[in-house]
Every structure is written in structure tokens, then in C-alpha cells.
């Protein structure tokens, strides 16, 4: 069974930072696309970040320069460092992995930051 697992969530003041770290059982995050996706209240879930594990990533452009994803494969870990956060940035957090062995997309249970201002 599959389980991504998020941590790092908390409240912090703009200007702040957080680092949220996603935890994977069952699955290789080697043979994964990794990304981070949120979802504000009223809002509709959206991407933050995808990394195909080539190196190649994709950001929103809301947090481009501001938030940085990596991951540790021999750790099946993907992290989130987020710098500058805004109100705005205020969401749950949620870690998706795309097996791609398999083709199947998992996600974690998210995990809430809010930033105040």
C-alpha cells in the first residue's frame, strides 16, 4: 500500500519560511514525478511545483523564486523550501507522486501552512 505522508506545516509570518518534507512507503520516488499542489480556502486545488526527477521542474509562477523543490530518492523524500511566503501562500499542501511504472497518482493527506500578515 502506498502512503505519502507531508510534515513541515505550521503558521508563520510573511516574510517567513517553511520547509515541508513528503515521506513515501510502497513506492519508489526514483521512478516518480514528484509535485507539490495546494489548495486555498474557496480555491480550487493548483500546482505549485512538479519535478520530473531529471532535474527538470515546473513552478507556478506565483512562486517562482520565492519556493525551491528537491528530493532525496535514498530517503523517499521530496521537500518544499518556501521563502518570502506571502498571506497568499496560505493553503493546505499536498505531495503527489506519479509512478510511472504503474501510471498511477497517489497523494498525501496534506498538510495546512498559513502565513500571517
Known amino acids: 500500500q502506498v502512503q505519502l505522508v507531508e510534515s513541515g506545516g505550521g503558521l508563520v509570518q510573511a516574510g517567513g519560511s517553511l520547509r515541508l518534507s513528503c515521506t513515501g512507503s510502497?513506492?519508489?520516488?526514483?521512478?516518480?514525478?514528484m509535485g507539490w499542489y495546494r489548495q486555498g480556502p474557496g480555491k480550487q486545488r493548483e500546482l505549485v511545483v512538479v519535478?520530473?526527477?531529471?532535474?527538470?521542474?515546473n513552478y507556478a509562477d506565483s512562486v517562482k523564486g520565492r519556493f525551491t523543490i528537491s528530493r532525496d530518492n535514498a530517503k523517499n523524500t521530496v521537500f518544499l523550501q518556501m521563502n518570502s511566503l506571502k498571506p497568499e501562500d496560505t493553503a493546505v499542501y499536498y505531495c503527489?507522486?506519479?509512478?510511472?511504472?504503474?501510471?498511477?497518482?497517489?497523494w498525501g493527506q496534506g498538510t495546512q501552512v498559513t502565513v500571517s500578515s
Open positions: 503527489n507522486a506519479l509512478f510511472h511504472p504503474l501510471g498511477r497518482t497517489y
Open positions: 510502497g513506492i519508489r520516488f526514483s521512478l516518480s514525478t
Open positions: 519535478e520530473t526527477g531529471g532535474g527538470v521542474t
